[in-house]
């Protein structure tokens, strides 16, 4: 479940980041399909980027292109796992099988949106390509970081359970 559930997040999180980058590019500023404001303070694929007009055409049309394809949410499937949430009686299995129904349709919606964002990453230079991958590299090392200072949290978090517990 909990494999589930990660994936869940971790589609929904980069959705999240690709909507707010079709918000930066493409001037909306309104909330999306998806009730996502855009500027929440995420940084997007195209931060620090300075692009051509000529790219940033581009980038519009293949974001209005993929608005136009975009699988929709399955506002039915929430029921469904609301329902299943709010039942008398907890089902594990219905649980589980709706989230798996869910989460692969939001795979499905990760992995279109990954295709654009390869489509605009071509778009640029290769001066461009690299600013952002140094860009990319900086945040995953950040994110190491805060990985590593949890990491450590819990493990004095859990020496000091143990050690109250003897």
């Known amino acids: 479940m909990r494999k589930v559930t ?3 997040m971790a589609s929904t999180l980069a959705f999240s980041a690709l909507s707010q980058a079709a918000g930066v590019i493409t001037g909306d500023n309104g909330p999306s399909a998806e009730g996502i404001t855009q500027h ?3 940084s997007n694929m195209f931060d620090g980027i300075s692009l051509t007009e000529h790219q940033r055409q581009q980038m519009r049309d293949l974001m209005h292109r993929a608005r136009h394809d975009r699988l929709p949410v399955n506002v039915s499937e929430m029921e469904t796992m609301h329902r299943l ?3 008398e009686n907890f089902d594990e299995s219905a649980v589980r099988a709706q989230a798996e129904k869910m989460a692969q349709e939001q795979v499905a919606r990760q992995v279109e949106m990954a ?3 390869n489509q605009m990453f071509h778009l640029l230079s290769p001066e461009q390509q690299a600013v952002l ?3 990319h590299q900086q945040r995953m090392d950040q994110l190491r970081e805060v990985a590593r200072m949890q990491q450590s949290s819990e493990i004095k978090l859990f020496s000091s359970n ?3 517990n003897q």
């Open 162 to 164: 143990t050690r109250s």
């Open 40 to 42: 929440s303070g995420q």
């Open 133 to 135: 991958n140094d860009k």
């Open 6 to 8: 990660a994936a869940v």
């Open 115 to 117: 295709r654009v964002r």
């Open 85 to 87: 949430v709010t039942a």
